[in-house]
């Protein structure tokens, strides 16, 4: 699990040990590539619809967070007023567009401030 707390990205795990674990001790992840998979494909339709709310609602659209998983992806976002039903439908019609485009995923590393200007 990913967290943002204090300008720092926390990656939160178990550690499975029996013992003494302190700092200065050497330790190896095993990521679940398999669920991770999962959780990418969700994180990513998460940038998707945040374009497509800020195409249709306007730029003022507000991400306030999320919930990514390996089954699904809640979206939390401000806006002024309720989205009405035709609205709604060019959003879905857009995230589904985008998706139907298959684009290849391109990503570098950057600080934080920069990644969330982009």
């Known amino acids: ?17 029996q013992g003494d674990l302190k700092v200065g001790d050497s330790v190896s992840v095993k990521v679940d590539f ?8 969700n994180h990513t339709a998460t ?7 800020r195409s249709v609602l306007g730029t003022k659209v507000d991400q306030k967070g999320s919930l990514v998983d390996e089954g699904k992806l809640r979206f939390d976002f401000s806006h002024n007023k309720p989205v009405e039903l035709e609205e709604l439908r060019k959003i879905e019609e857009i995230c589904n567009l985008e998706i139907q485009k298959a684009n290849a995923i ?4 950057v600080a934080l401030k920069q990644a969330e200007a982009i």
């Open 34 to 41: 398999t669920r991770r998979s999962l959780v990418a494909k």
């Open 47 to 53: 940038h998707i619809l945040n374009f497509a709310l």
């Open 1 to 17: 699990d990913a967290q943002k707390y204090a300008g720092y990205v926390l990656h939160v795990g178990q550690v499975n040990t």
């Open 106 to 109: 391109h990503y570098r590393d």
